[in-house]
């Protein structure tokens, strides 16, 4: 079992910057694939970033550039930098662990954090 807990969120005028994290209990994290997602209001809940078990990373188009996805796997730590921030960035984020080597789809995180606001103001 794995438990995620997301901070960081919080309030932020376009242009600036947020680090989300997510601590993750569990003594396999550094075999876990990681994600953030984030699901605005009356949308559904949508990709922004991933990092495989290796270090690798995948971005949703419209953060490439300005989002960071790294993972610190002594802290048991995922980490979201999110620069530049637009009006449409804002969110409630979301952490996601899987228990698979590959993960292709949303429906194969296994394991979800309670959420971080972000909203970021014109």
């Known amino acids: 079992q794995v438990q995620l807990v997301e901070s960081g969120g919080g309030l932020m005028q376009a242009g600036g910057s947020l680090r989300l994290s997510c601590a993750a209990s569990g003594r396999t994290f550094s075999s876990y694939p990681m994600g953030w997602f984030r699901q605005a209001p009356g949308k559904e809940r949508d990709f922004v970033a991933g990092?495989?078990?290796?270090?690798?990373?995948y971005y949703k188009d419209s953060v490439k550039g300005r989002f960071t996805i790294s993972r610190d796997n002594v802290k048991n730590t995922v980490y979201l930098e999110m620069n530049s921030l637009k009006p449409e960035d804002t969110a409630v984020y979301y952490c996601?662990?899987?228990?698979?080597?590959?993960?292709?789809?949303?429906?194969?995180?296994?394991?979800w954090g309670q959420g971080t606001q972000v909203t970021v103001s014109s």
């Open positions: 990092i495989s078990s290796s270090g690798t990373t």
């Open positions: 996601a662990a899987s228990e698979l080597s590959v993960v292709s789809t949303i429906h194969e995180y296994e394991y």
